[in-house]
């Protein structure tokens, strides 16, 4: 099984409306980072959150993160069109990144 | 600053040929980082240079693949020969040195082995 497991796989939401995604993980980490991808694009960072965080801002991104339970949390507040992309957890306990299948957000308008 | 740049974006080749992917990491970026995602799998990681020199390369698939970091530059991987299973796409990132500090991925290149 992989290391970094994203939870739900697929979610489909009206503009206007929160998106919460969740990672789990198995092994110690130093950080994890949350990243977005729009189809044919490469991996855009959103956010990193390391291992004596609990919880993080950025604009409309609020990351949580549960070492206890080996687990992170990205909300999406006020969501938009813009925002459909696929978004990937990303742990590291070294330089790699063990990434999970990521989830895939649609916003509808 | 310009980020991470991949070349080709997307390549086409058929089973037994040559490729060779290319990438040009952030300026000042020591670390650089290859990652490849096959079809409906997860980005699973390569390999990793400090500068010109192997950090760890303990993702790579098999000796038909082979990397280069020439001057601690920007980097190349040659795929000979390619099989049918190493189409998909392949990521290059780069980075600051220290753990905590985020990679910055290119578009990736496209690969399909035909």
């Known amino acids: 099984s992989q290391q970094g497991e994203e939870d739900p796989q697929a979610l489909s939401i009206q503009e206007g409306e929160n998106a919460t995604m969740n990672c789990s993980y198995k092994?110690?980490?130093?950080?994890l980072q949350w990243y977005r991808q729009n189809s044919g694009r490469g991996l855009v960072h959103l956010i990193l959150?390391?291992?004596?965080?609990r919880e993080k801002h950025s604009g409309r991104l609020r990351v949580t993160l549960d070492t206890s339970k080996k687990s992170s949390s990205l909300l999406i507040t006020a969501s938009r069109a813009a925002d459909t992309a696929s978004y990937f957890c990303a742990t590291s306990g070294t330089y790699k990144y063990i990434f999970g299948t990521g989830t895939r957000l649609k916003v509808l308008a | 600053e310009a980020g991470v740049t991949q070349f080709p974006s997307h390549s086409v080749i058929e089973k037994g040929q040559t490729v060779t992917l290319r990438c040009d990491p952030i300026?000042?970026?020591?670390?650089l980082y290859w990652y490849r995602r096959v079809m409906g799998k997860e980005i699973k990681f390569l390999l990793h240079f400090v500068k010109e020199s192997k950090q760890d390369e303990s993702g790579m698939p098999n000796n038909r693949f082979l990397a280069e970091r020439t001057g601690g530059t920007y980097s190349t991987l040659k795929v000979q020969p390619a099989e049918l299973e190493d189409s998909g796409v392949y990521f290059c990132?780069?980075?600051?040195?220290?753990?905590?500090?985020?990679?910055?991925f290119g578009d990736g290149t496209r690969l399909s082995i035909l």
């Open positions: 300026s000042g970026h020591d670390n």
């Open positions: 959150i390391r291992s004596n965080e």
């Open positions: 092994t110690s980490i130093n950080n």
């Open positions: 990132a780069s980075s600051h040195s220290g753990f905590n500090q985020p990679q910055h």
